[in-house]
């Protein structure tokens, strides 16, 4: 396997055209024999460069539309040949092969022809099938053969044949081949993907390819000792934290990709309702609250849980302004996150070094479908995204009394915070603020009791007279299996319920509702979050 190979010819087929031209004009200053197709060729001989077209290397017009133009023994022949075995070296002699050094290929638009919402007939014609063959030929043969499949590669080739007298070297092309290799398989689990999922509407497909390219490495993962990277989706994807514009402050860690996530979706929630700021601490969310302006929700949000705020993850569903970053500045917070902000709060974030400022433009859809994914040992589970949503009209009264009109509107709030909250999720929530964050634990009583602790707490610290569970309403994310975690809900001070219901001791919880005179709404959904 040869370090050096000199470049004297290159094939030239690419869809995507930028830079093609540069580049073949540098190729063409150091004597490199330029072969094209189609539309490339036009291009290159446009703009005034020598180039030969395919069939006149191969003998051979295109033809069926251009669907059978590199399909031919001399142009895989060319690419495959390795030179260092004496019968491959005697079969292009005898068949008048001319060897290839360099391949330049890119691939038709699948996935933007897909994502411009082209029918069916448009979408099969750009399933390329010559491409991803001369990729995989010439990479294949990376010992004698130098394959390029973006644009982004084209300074490399350039700088090794400046530094190798024209010729490339190994590195480079074991190098290209990996990325050659993933290119073609990151196509073809494009085109798998639509035939499963929007051609035969299989969801989950027998066989299952998923394809992402690295976009960041981060500095470690959830601890020091572990490696990280960031990676988003090679086609189309719904825009997250993961497309978000980092306008200041140190790179994000692993913890702070997991968290800023958990805070976006989570106030997404609430993208079309008034201002709302959330706040998470460790995926969960420690405060949410909603007011007539992003400063006072702030504010409410913060009394939560101030003390578990120190360190956050804070998202906002509406442009930043000054006297909200302000106020986020009164404590040290890890990550904001907004569609945008205004001169003012920049000016403010500026002056906080390592804080970092995370711009969305829009916030994602909390309705979009899509797939989750966890990795377990031997395995990925693969589950639909929990985009289930109640109206008021879907639950249902199981309790003597009704909610009050303001106990609907705070059950409704405390439901949709409980659904980010890991399970067993208890929410308690007052006048569009959550009063008290019980998560993770392993029974639900013991959710309700730390979550009304919580509450007690943020009293004592802001000086209330009593803590916000007073006349509060609260959320469970499953049902109540015993009467002991609503009593302990009741104890705390709320007058309203709301939880999925379905527990063989349903009578019993609603028995211990009507007692306490609390009113209770089933939602017959269930929000687990593990």
């Known amino acids: 396997m040869p370090d050096f190979v000199p470049i004297r010819r290159a094939l030239i087929s690419v869809s995507d055209k930028t830079g093609i031209v540069e580049l073949c004009a540098a190729l063409a200053a150091r004597g490199v024999a330029l072969v094209s197709t189609g539309g490339t060729s036009k291009a290159l001989r446009d ?125 480079l092309r074991k190098s290209l081949a990996a990325a050659a290799f993933a290119h073609t398989a990151a196509y073809d689990a494009a085109v798998s993907g639509w035939f499963a999922g929007v051609d035969q509407g299989e969801t989950f497909a027998p066989l299952r390819v998923m394809a992402s390219r690295r976009a960041a490495m981060l500095r470690y993962g959830e601890n020091p000792h572990q490696l990280a990277a960031l990676y988003v989706p090679t086609g189309p994807a719904a825009r997250g934290i993961a497309q978000a514009v980092q306008v200041q402050g140190k790179e994000l860690s692993y913890n702070n990709y997991a968290d800023a996530d958990a805070a976006l979706e989570l106030v997404s929630e609430f993208r079309d309702g008034p201002p709302t700021v959330v706040i998470v601490k460790h995926a969960n969310p420690c405060g949410v609250a909603t007011a007539d302006t992003l400063i006072d929700a702030y504010k409410a949000a913060l009394a939560c849980d101030s003390v578990s705020a120190f360190g956050g993850i804070i998202a906002v569903n509406r442009p930043l302004d000054g006297p909200t970053a302000e106020a986020i500045s009164g404590i040290f917070t890890e990550v904001v996150a907004a569609p945008d902000a205004d001169d003012d709060a920049r000016a403010v974030f500026a002056k906080k070094k390592n804080l970092r400022l995370l711009l969305t433009g829009d916030l994602p859809d909390p309705a979009r479908s899509g797939l989750t994914t966890k990795i377990i040992a031997g395995g990925v589970l693969v589950q639909q995204r ?127 509702a009507d007692e306490r005179g609390l009113a209770m709404v089933f939602t017959g959904m269930r929000h687990f979050r593990h």
């Not at 079969?91 to 069916?120: E, Q, S, W």
């Not at 409704?412 to 603020?433: E, L, P």
């Not at 008290?436 to 392993?442: E, K, P, R, T, V």
Request: contains cysteine; charged residues 20%.
């Open 386 to 512: 929990d985009n289930g949503r109640v109206t008021r009209d879907q639950v249902q009264v199981v309790t003597k009394r009704a909610p009050t009109p303001q106990e609907f509107d705070d059950c409704m709030f405390a439901w949709v915070v409980a659904k980010h909250v890991k399970s067993n999720a208890i929410v308690y929530a007052k006048d569009g603020s959550t009063a008290g964050i019980g998560a993770g634990q392993m029974n639900r009583l013991e959710s309700a009791r730390i979550a009304a602790w919580k509450a007690r707490d943020a009293a004592a610290a802001a000086h209330w007279a009593h803590p916000r569970t007073i006349g509060s309403a609260v959320a469970s994310d499953a049902f109540f299996p015993f009467a002991d975690g609503l009593i302990a809900a009741a104890e705390a001070g709320a007058t309203a319920v709301i939880q999925p219901g379905g527990s063989i001791r349903d009578a019993d919880v609603i028995a211990a």
């Open 47 to 171: 703009a005034g460069l020598p180039v030969d077209d395919v069939s006149d290397l191969t003998g051979f017009p295109e033809m069926m539309d251009g669907r059978v133009k590199t399909l031919h023994p001399k142009v895989h022949g060319g690419l495959l040949a390795d030179r260092d075995v004496p019968d491959h070296m005697a079969a292009m002699a005898a068949h008048d092969i001319l060897p290839i050094d360099l391949a330049i290929i890119n691939l038709y638009p699948f996935a933007a022809t897909v994502a411009k919402g082209a029918g069916r007939d448009e979408i099969i014609e750009n399933i390329d099938i010559g491409g991803p063959a001369m990729v995989r030929s010439a990479a294949k043969n990376h010992a004698h053969v130098a394959i390029l499949t973006a644009p982004d590669q084209y300074p490399a080739l350039l700088a090794a044949l400046d530094a190798h007298d024209g010729a490339t070297d190994l590195a």
